[in-house]
């Protein structure tokens, strides 16, 4: 299996889009939306610890597209085939995707959120509430890598499944309210916002960084890894290589 998750990995590594995508664009996006909306934050909570917070969240909320490359990037297939008929087991083949897709985008992600905490540009807190902060967007992570996983297997086509995951993807990001905020939109959207577990992922975050509070913090961790497990189970019953 080692094998297979250092071929997965290596794959990614020569798609120039998705490690632009894990690198700069998290950067790109916390520099905009922080400059462009500086004028609304005071000194305690700047535009680009707020930005830089959310748009963390809304990049790894977008890692579930890079599963479908993994799965289903039709320059991949062919090999994707061989290994099937390889004497591996369903497990390691799916298992390999799912680990090598999580590692390869954890790793761009910690460095973004180091290079940010470390230039004094956004504060994730201190001590071992970064670290907390950390774990949760690692959680998030592994959600959003076996969602993406998950639509892949149900689809089993590529352009659709992005779509989907799209359409999924926004979704959550505009009733999480990182954008703007959801009661602009009325009592409704307030509604649908606070009932969504990923919402209070997010709620969570800004928690432990501000309040130094970590109520509620396992059972978040527990609901969403419970989420990322139901993903992984959908996987293992609907997975077969993709032709």
Known sequence: MRVLIK????????NPVTILFCSIYPLALTLLFGFLF????GEMVSSYDFYGIAMMYYIVLAASTITPITFMEKRLQKGNERIAYAPVSKV??????LLATYLFTAGFFILDILVLQGIHLVSFGS???????LLLYLVLLFFTISFGGAICTIIQNQDLTNKIIGAVLNTLAIFSGIFFPISNLGT???SISNAIPLKWL???IFQ????QSIQGYLGIVVITMLLGGICVGIIHKKYKVIS
């Open 202 to 204: 997010l709620n969570t």
């Open 38 to 41: 500086s004028s609304q934050y």
């Open 208 to 211: 432990i960084i501000y309040d």
């Open 7 to 14: 071929q997965d990995i290596k794959n990614l590594f020569s």
């Open 92 to 97: 390691q083949i799916y298992g390999s995707k």
């Open 188 to 190: 409704w959207a307030d």
């Open 127 to 133: 001590g071992v509430y970064f670290w907390l902060v």
